[in-house]
């Protein structure tokens, strides 16, 4: 099973993340005195973080003295440690929803998933092999705190996600629209069309993505519309 960014974070983390947000860098001496604890404790939650693309850091050379490390928040970092954006999502499924045009509805929608794939795609390596597709798939999601795994081998991997990515948008969606939009994103991210074949919402323990043989999807023309 892949890991995810979720089994690394713990309180001390969340708290070098806001002190970094709130600087230009840090290094660990400053990092100590602010979080009042040795500098190996630092070191060691630093390197974790920065395993996990969370953080980075960058030498910078100080006079003539051995050149030091400052430690800046990633744009994931960023994203990962920044308030919730649950009413604002609610808010914009709720317009979308009540457009009277469905058939504009669908256009939206379709523009959605086509433009969240094409970001989780710029992770994956598009001349990889399925496998290795879905795989980095799994990781992607990871870092955005959707823990997802790849099950199977050879010609047949499929994508399982262990929890919801919208578990405050899918008491709003009876058309079960949302599990459409990321059917769509994730045919999108890895370049070849996935069936949507088990729904938490049905009961079952995950939701499992089958890719669909011979179905490559075009990625400057894929959800067009």
């Not at 002190?19 to 660990?28: A, D, E, F, I």
């Not at 910078?60 to 970092?77: A, D, I, K």
Request: charged share 25%; glycine share 8%; hydrophobic share 35%.
């Amino acid at each position: 099973m892949q890991t995810t960014c979720s089994e690394h974070i713990r309180p001390i983390d969340q708290v070098v993340l806001d002190l970094l947000r709130q600087s230009q860098g840090l290094t660990v001496h400053e990092l100590t005195d602010h979080l009042e604890v040795t500098a190996t404790a630092v070191r060691q939650r630093l390197e974790r973080l920065v395993q996990v693309d969370l953080i980075e850091r960058r030498k910078e050379s100080v006079g003539r003295g051995r050149p030091q490390f400052r430690y800046f928040v990633t744009p994931l970092g960023m994203r990962y440690a920044a308030a919730s954006y649950a009413d604002l999502a609610t808010a914009l499924w709720r317009e979308v929803m009540e457009l009277p045009n469905p058939a504009q509805r669908g256009r939206v929608l379709r523009r959605v998933a086509k433009r969240m794939g094409q970001g989780l795609g710029e992770s994956i390596p598009q001349d990889a092999g399925l496998g290795e597709r879905l795989s980095a798939m799994a990781s992607a999601l990871g870092k955005r705190k959707v823990p997802a795994s790849v099950s199977g081998g050879g010609d047949l991997p499929i994508l399982e996600v262990h929890a919801c990515p919208y578990p405050e948008l899918t008491e709003l969606d009876e058309s079960r629209q949302l599990c459409e939009l990321e059917q769509e994103m994730l045919s999108e991210a890895i370049g070849q069309s996935v069936q949507l074949d088990r729904c938490c919402l049905d009961g079952h323990a995950h939701c499992q993505f089958r890719p669909v043989a011979g179905t490559e999807v075009s990625q400057a023309g894929s959800a067009a519309g």
